[in-house]
């Protein structure tokens, strides 16, 4: 729970300082960093999914520490996307079609929110739920807007 709280906070903190947070040294900058939180999240979302397709035991405080940076994660690299910055993977559909990339990405930060309301319940289930409606949103804004 205390990491849990920890991990609120910093997710709170990094929303109201959103502002100096979407500040980059250069275009190359912004792609390096939307990049390596996609890898982060990728990495801790695809550990839940071991466990969700059996490959890993079930450990209640291993899915729920995963959900919690998963769900951390997802709030970042938006900030990355700022005009001037395209490029990278991205398709120039995250450009020109705003309003649609960000619901993509509101999509994912509530999907990932009640993959990690799930694990920190420890039903099983329900993980397995919320973590195939997030891989949906992952998949979702991948085909429209990631290159192929
Ligand atoms: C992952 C990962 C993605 C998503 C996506 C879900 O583990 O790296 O990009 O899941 O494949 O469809």
Not at 30 to 42: D, K, L, N
Not at 60 to 84: C, H, R, T, Y
Not at 97 to 107: E, L, M, R, T
Request: charge should be positive.
């Amino acid at each position: 729970m205390k990491h849990f709280k920890i991990v609120l906070s910093a997710a709170a903190l990094i929303a109201i300082s959103g502002t100096a947070f979407a500040q980059f040294q250069s275009a190359e900058k912004a792609i390096e960093y939307r990049q390596s939180v996609m890898t982060v999240m990728g990495n801790h979302f695809g550990r839940i999914g071991a466990v969700t397709k059996g490959e890993t035991p079930y450990n209640k405080d291993e899915v729920a520490k995963n959900a919690a940076i998963v769900a951390m994660m997802s709030n970042l690299p938006w900030q990355a996307f700022g005009p001037g910055t395209e490029g990278g993977k991205s398709r120039p559909d995250v450009w020109s079609d705003s309003a649609k990339f960000k619901s993509a990405a509101d999509k994912l930060q509530v999907a990932t929110a009640n993959l990690n309301t799930a694990a920190q319940s420890g039903d099983l289930e329900s993980i397995k739920k919320a973590f195939g409606a997030t891989g949906q949103a992952c998949k979702g804004c991948h085909d429209d807007f990631k290159k192929k």
